[in-house]
């Protein structure tokens, strides 16, 4: 069993994926950061010293014994436009590698000098 655990994790495949999720964990923090720290101050500076993260409906207000309930809608405009961001940039990666297969296509195409070798002399030998 170990053996098979082993044949598994060493394929090209599952080490690929494991270096992308890593990649793309630290992506989305740094996309956080570029949303939380960068994007959305001068927003809230246009529309008049909003702070998003602020910004939540009260349902209950807190007690005593209980904290406030509240919906927090200000974090999920965060979200969204987080969420936003990474999906275009995925969405970019995903259309270059589309481009590269297509040359890689182009590219295979064309025959081997080998074979336009043989075609020559069969077409020589037709006449």
Known sequence: MFK???QFVMKGDVIDMAIGIIIGGAF????????TDIIMPPIGVLLGGVDFTSLVI??????ETAPAVTINYGLFINTVIDFIII??????????????????????????????????????LKK
Not at 28 to 35: D, H, M
Not at 58 to 63: D, G
């Open 28 to 35: 989305g923090k740094i996309v956080s950061s570029l949303v």
């Open 4 to 6: 098979e655990f082993k």
């Open 87 to 124: 999906a275009f940039c995925i969405f970019m990666v995903i259309k270059q590698l589309g481009r590269f297969k297509k040359k890689e296509a182009a590219k295979s195409v064309e025959p081997a000098e080998e074979i336009v070798l043989l075609r020559e002399i069969r077409d020589s």
């Open 58 to 63: 009260i349902l209950k207000k807190a007690s």
